[in-house]
């Protein structure tokens, strides 16, 4: 049996057909390429691109992915299967020139069998075209974005994502470990087989073991149970996020014919409208982001070391759970949840029947969705980070009856796979009745135009840009009596009522429905403190998930203020070309915490200190033509803005306190009352003075803590600062180097932004280089980029052993150099059973 890393040595270029061949269009050169990789965000942008604000003004199209490989003599007789973690989309696979498998969604596993078309003993073609084209709403990528595995198996065997472990019965004291493994017999004789499991805790001590004999007809495939017993569990949470591994072997006599090891986690999970949501019996709040799938200067390409990232800065930031919108989230995403500790809320459709965008997955939902369900979980079930399944986001369909059929259906398909795990959908109630809004509109539109305000039509995005201004309209909508009922068999199927920016229903629906549970699945960042103060004081509202954790590719500029003197003249919804990011995050594209991240970790109690965040002092004044509920202030923190002496500039200043004095080298600016404007806000308006900037939070007249900014100085100086200098080879690693224009004591310049021009040489490559700016032209694949408020980054990816080297440029400052080194390594993809490639060898040894 073998689990194969079979990410390297692939080439792509755009698909060209035979018959276009033929007809003469000349092909692209095979371009060399190690996955995960996304095909499309080297591509040109322009601003013709169809519906180009929904995904970043990048075009469509067709790619095309070849990787040659030898099937040895050894193979011949035994299954060969490709598991693609995902490939963005329609997905057709030949081997040898023969169809092997295809799969419709762009986010779900699959497993293709490819021995049938094998050359044993020879060399081997597999093809892979993928297509995308006005299917998304969201900058989606294309191609094979997530890892590929090959896996090797014996004709009897355990089943590809056939051993599922459940923790059934666990406390302090004890937990009941079972093991379900599908074992299959593909040989012609009737075998009589043991398995063998073996549970070791994070550091190799055995804690439970247990065997049993399973025979097998020919052909037949059987579940066989084993449930063990470990004494004093160290329990799963996203606060001690402790990992069993459980060595599962399936052996003939003395010879193993199959192994894994498979992670887990030994929790249990409770939820009721009177106790909330409990793990491990202890009440747990949801301080959730939602989060797209794409990793920035990378697209959409899911590369492990990204993913693991990710996450690490969404838990520092104060999150302790995400929701994966709108499809299921990558393996390499959940493996970092389940060590990192973060609870994951994974969904499955952005759309069923009715469609939101011209050639979306809605037209294949119908015959897909059972598949696309079975695949989400037979990834998601051995992680212990995953505790709800998300049947849907924002489907219209969920205030009509029918809706409400497909909800039963889906929700009832879960948990005929999984009974542990708990089933919402985030129901918007505005969509839901959106039939009969969009029924009032022309009569709204009467009456805008009569009084003189802006019609729709000077908004690209139709209803979306209604948005803006009907935040209050759309709660108002959503508690009405007509949302009540029409969304009640839909909210009725799930185990949590998933509310998308549902608020209004919070206090209304204990009335209403005193048994529903209700989870904020996607909230306005603008109101998280009222948001929070519901969650606290309600026991069945048990969390709230943010638009957005990460700024995100697409959706362009839901989240720029925009000026009335803007350039463009863009007063609507999205920002135009070329416009790139939808700017929501409460870390922005290349990871960099923004104000609003720092205010929410105020709100959730997490941070005693306060924070300064000035507004840009350039746009003092000028009036804002329209910031949506997504938005923020423009506002970053800093007080170096040279050119800006004895202008008048606005500050805020975040804190959990009465009062906050904010002081000018040691000078007393004002003392302001907290919350005039904004809870935890208390704002200033002064005129810029270099100098030290201290803000002193006051509770009752007694200090609570205080933060200071310092200008910049005269230095200016190009810095690299990476994540980490030892890198793994293979294809799961990256290095996250930060480019700074600072002073040389720390201090970034804001206002001296310039181009920057990165070199990578050694065993390593620049795989990305992009910066934080919500609207711009420049490429991640170049390696020039201009740093925005003083910041870039640069993603470097290891090729083989040795040392690389990083250089950067820019004008004004010394250049600036730092180096890694790249270390041999038999460390797996971070998925599951990946990890059981290596580590089964291990558990043989310590056995």
Same mark, same amino acid.
């Given at each position: 049996?073998?689990?194969?890393?079979?990410?390297?040595?692939? @080439?792509?270029?755009?698909?060209?057909? %035979?018959?276009?061949?033929?007809?003469?269009?000349?092909?692209?050169?095979?371009? %060399?390429?190690?996955?995960?990789?996304?095909?499309?965000?080297?591509?040109?942008?322009?601003?013709?691109?169809?519906?180009?604000?929904?995904?970043?003004?990048?075009?469509?199209?067709?790619?095309?992915?070849?990787?040659?490989?030898?099937?040895?003599?050894?193979?011949?007789?035994?299954?060969?299967?490709?598991?693609?973690?995902?490939?963005?989309?329609?997905?057709?696979?030949?081997?040898?020139?023969?169809?092997?498998?295809?799969?419709?969604?762009?986010?779900?596993?699959?497993?293709?069998?490819?021995?049938?078309?094998?050359?044993?003993?020879?060399?081997?073609?597999?093809?892979?075209?993928?297509?995308?084209?006005?299917?998304?709403?969201?900058?989606?990528?294309?191609?094979?974005?997530?890892?590929?595995?090959?896996?090797?198996?014996?004709?009897?065997?355990?089943?590809?994502?056939?051993?599922?472990?459940?923790?059934?019965?666990?406390?302090?004291?004890?937990?009941?470990?079972?093991?379900?493994?599908?074992?299959?017999?593909?040989?012609?004789?009737?075998?009589?087989?043991?398995?063998?499991?073996?549970?070791?805790?994070?550091?190799?001590?055995?804690?439970?073991?247990?065997?049993?004999?399973?025979?097998?007809?020919?052909?037949?495939?059987?579940?066989?149970?084993?449930?063990?017993?470990?004494?004093?569990?160290?329990?799963?949470?996203?606060?001690?996020?402790?990992?069993?591994?459980?060595?599962?072997?399936?052996?003939?006599?003395?010879?193993?014919?199959?192994?894994?090891?498979?992670?887990?986690?030994?929790?249990?999970?409770?939820?009721?409208?009177?106790?909330?949501?409990?793990?491990?019996?202890?009440?747990?709040?949801?301080?959730?982001?939602?989060?797209?799938?794409?990793?920035?200067?990378?697209?959409?390409?899911?590369?492990?070391?990204?993913?693991?990232?990710?996450?690490?800065?969404?838990?520092?930031?104060?999150?302790?759970?995400?929701?994966?919108?709108?499809?299921?989230?990558?393996?390499?995403?959940?493996?970092?949840?389940?060590?990192?500790?973060?609870?994951?809320?994974?969904?499955?459709?952005?759309?069923?029947?009715?469609?939101?965008?011209?050639?979306?997955?809605?037209?294949?939902?119908?015959?897909?969705?059972?598949?696309?369900?079975?695949?989400?979980?037979?990834?998601?079930?051995?992680?212990?980070?995953?505790?709800?399944? @998300?049947?849907?986001?924002?489907?219209?369909?969920?205030?009509?009856?029918?809706?409400?059929?497909?909800?039963?259906?889906?929700?009832?398909?879960?948990?005929?796979?999984?009974?542990?795990?708990?089933?919402?959908?985030?129901?918007?109630?505005?969509?839901?009745?959106?039939?009969?809004?969009?029924?009032?509109?022309?009569?709204?539109?009467?009456?805008?135009?009569?009084?003189?305000?802006?019609?729709?039509?000077?908004?690209?995005?139709?209803?979306?840009?209604?948005?803006?201004?009907?935040?209050?309209?759309?709660?108002?909508?959503?508690?009405?009596?007509?949302?009540?009922?029409?969304?009640?068999?839909?909210?009725?199927?799930?185990?949590?009522?998933?509310?998308?920016?549902?608020?209004?229903?919070?206090?209304?629906?204990?009335?209403?429905?005193?048994?529903?549970?209700?989870?904020?699945?996607?909230?306005? %960042?603008?109101?998280?403190?009222?948001?929070?103060?519901?969650?606290?004081?309600?026991?069945?509202?048990?969390?709230?998930?943010?638009?957005?954790?990460?700024?995100?590719?697409?959706?362009?500029?839901?989240?720029?203020?925009?000026?009335?003197?803007?350039?463009?003249?863009?007063?609507?919804?999205?920002?135009?070309?070329?416009?790139?990011?939808?700017?929501?995050?409460?870390?922005?594209?290349?990871?960099?915490?923004?104000?609003?991240?720092?205010?929410?970790?105020?709100?959730?109690?997490?941070?005693?200190?306060?924070?300064?965040?000035?507004?840009?002092?350039?746009?003092?004044?000028?009036?804002?033509?329209?910031?949506?509920?997504?938005?923020?202030?423009?506002?970053?923190?800093?007080?170096?803005?040279?050119?800006?002496?004895?202008? !008048?500039?606005?500050?805020?200043?975040?804190?959990?306190?009465?009062?906050?004095?904010?002081?000018?080298?040691?000078?007393?600016?004002?003392?302001?009352?907290?919350?005039?404007?904004?809870?935890?806000?208390?704002?200033?308006?002064?005129?810029?003075?270099?100098?030290?900037?201290?803000?002193?939070?006051?509770?009752?007249?007694?200090?609570?803590?205080?933060?200071?900014?310092?200008?910049?100085?005269?230095?200016?100086?190009?810095?690299?600062?990476?994540?980490?200098?030892?890198?793994?080879?293979?294809?799961?690693?990256?290095?996250?180097?930060?480019?700074?224009?600072?002073?040389?004591?720390?201090?970034?310049?804001?206002?001296?932004?310039?181009?920057?021009?990165?070199?990578?040489?050694?065993?390593?490559?620049?795989?990305?280089?992009?910066?934080?700016? !919500?609207?711009?032209?420049?490429?991640?694949?170049?390696?020039?980029?201009?740093?925005?408020?003083?910041?870039?980054?640069?993603?470097?990816?290891?090729?083989?052993?040795?040392?690389?080297?990083?250089?950067?440029?820019?004008?004004?400052?010394?250049?600036?150099?730092?180096?890694?080194?790249?270390?041999?390594?038999?460390?797996?993809?971070?998925?599951?059973?990946?990890?059981?490639?290596?580590?089964?060898?291990?558990?043989?040894?310590?056995?």
């Amino acid at each position: 049996m073998t689990y194969e890393d079979f990410n390297s040595d692939w @080439s792509y270029r755009r698909k060209v057909t %035979p018959f276009q061949e033929l007809g003469g269009t000349t092909g692209a050169d095979w371009a %060399p390429v190690t996955l995960p990789h996304d095909a499309l965000i080297t591509t040109e942008r322009h601003a013709e691109a169809p519906h180009g604000h929904t995904n970043g003004y990048f075009d469509g199209g067709a790619f095309e992915y070849r990787k040659v490989f030898a099937a040895p003599e050894e193979y011949r007789g035994r299954l060969v299967f490709l598991e693609f973690d995902g490939v963005y989309r329609d997905a057709v696979v030949f081997v040898n020139g023969a169809l092997a498998g295809r799969h419709a969604n762009g986010y779900s596993r699959f497993v293709v069998r490819v021995d049938p078309h094998l050359r044993f003993g020879d060399d081997n073609e597999v093809l892979v075209s993928c297509r995308t084209h006005l299917d998304s709403r969201w900058y989606a990528g294309c191609g094979i974005h997530r890892d590929v595995r090959l896996i090797v198996k014996n004709q009897a065997h355990l089943a590809v994502d056939g051993v599922r472990v459940t923790t059934p019965d666990a406390d302090e004291d004890e937990a009941v470990v079972e093991i379900a493994a599908r074992v299959r017999n593909a040989g012609p004789v009737t075998s009589t087989l043991r398995l063998t499991a073996v549970v070791r805790d994070k550091d190799g001590v055995e804690t439970a073991q247990g065997s049993a004999p399973v025979t097998l007809l020919p052909t037949d495939q059987e579940t066989a149970r084993l449930r063990l017993l470990v004494d004093r569990p160290r329990l799963w949470s996203a606060e001690t996020p402790t990992r069993y591994f459980a060595h599962v072997r399936l052996s003939n006599g003395d010879l193993t014919v199959d192994e894994v090891l498979i992670p887990f986690g030994i929790r249990t999970i409770r939820v009721d409208a009177r106790r909330g949501l409990r793990v491990n019996g202890s009440e747990v709040k949801l301080r959730g982001a939602c989060i797209h799938g794409d990793n920035g200067p990378l697209g959409a390409a899911a590369i492990g070391r990204a993913e693991e990232r990710k996450i690490e800065l969404l838990k520092a930031a104060g999150f302790n759970a995400i929701r994966s919108s709108h499809h299921p989230a990558s393996s390499a995403l959940l493996d970092a949840c389940d060590r990192i500790g973060m609870y994951v809320m994974d969904e499955s459709f952005d759309m069923w029947t009715q469609g939101k965008s011209d050639f979306d997955y809605s037209a294949d939902f119908p015959e897909w969705w059972e598949r696309d369900l079975e695949a989400m979980v037979a990834k998601d079930f051995n992680h212990p980070s995953v505790i709800f399944y @998300s049947i849907g986001n924002e489907i219209p369909e969920t205030g009509s009856p029918d809706g409400g059929r497909w909800s039963r259906r889906l929700a009832e398909k879960l948990r005929a796979l999984d009974g542990t795990r708990l089933v919402t959908n985030g129901i918007n109630g505005f969509v839901s009745v959106l039939d009969l809004v969009l029924d009032g509109m022309p009569k709204r539109r009467a009456e805008a135009k009569a009084a003189g305000a802006p019609g729709e039509e000077q908004s690209p995005s139709g209803v979306n840009g209604m948005m803006n201004s009907v935040g209050e309209m759309m709660g108002q909508i959503t508690a009405s009596p007509i949302v009540s009922e029409r969304t009640e068999e839909a909210f009725a199927a799930l185990d949590v009522a998933g509310m998308n920016y549902g608020e209004s229903r919070y206090a209304l629906d204990r009335e209403l429905f005193p048994d529903r549970v209700i989870v904020g699945t996607e909230t306005w %960042p603008a109101v998280i403190d009222r948001n929070w103060d519901l969650v606290k004081q309600y026991p069945h509202v048990i969390g709230d998930f943010t638009w957005t954790g990460l700024d995100y590719l697409g959706e362009t500029g839901i989240g720029v203020v925009k000026y009335a003197d803007s350039a463009d003249g863009s007063q609507g919804f999205s920002t135009p070309y070329p416009g790139l990011t939808a700017y929501c995050g409460d870390l922005d594209l290349t990871g960099h915490r923004r104000p609003v991240s720092y205010y929410r970790e105020i709100v959730f109690g997490l941070r005693t200190e306060p924070y300064i965040a000035v507004r840009r002092p350039e746009r003092h004044g000028v009036p804002v033509a329209m910031a949506t509920p997504w938005s923020w202030s423009d506002s970053l923190s800093s007080w170096s803005w040279r050119g800006f002496e004895g202008a !008048p500039v606005h500050v805020e200043v975040y804190a959990d306190a009465d009062e906050v004095e904010l002081l000018l080298d040691g000078e007393v600016v004002d003392r302001r009352p907290v919350g005039t404007e904004r809870a935890f806000q208390a704002d200033f308006d002064m005129l810029y003075r270099p100098g030290e900037l201290v803000a002193v939070a006051y509770r009752e007249g007694v200090e609570t803590g205080r933060t200071s900014l310092t200008p910049a100085g005269d230095t200016l100086e190009l810095t690299l600062t990476t994540d980490r200098r030892e890198l793994l080879a293979g294809t799961a690693d990256l290095a996250f180097v930060a480019i700074a224009l600072t002073d040389g004591a720390g201090v970034v310049h804001s206002t001296c932004d310039r181009e920057v021009h990165v070199t990578v040489s050694g065993s390593g490559t620049l795989q990305g280089l992009g910066s934080g700016a !919500p609207v711009t032209e420049e490429v991640f694949h170049s390696g020039f980029r201009h740093t925005f408020d003083g910041r870039a980054l640069a993603v470097i990816r290891p090729s083989g052993t040795g040392t690389i080297t990083v250089e950067a440029e820019a004008k004004g400052c010394a250049p600036a150099r730092l180096t890694l080194t790249v270390t041999a390594s038999d460390q797996p993809l971070p998925s599951d059973e990946t990890t059981a490639a290596t580590h089964c060898s291990d558990a043989r040894k310590s056995a």
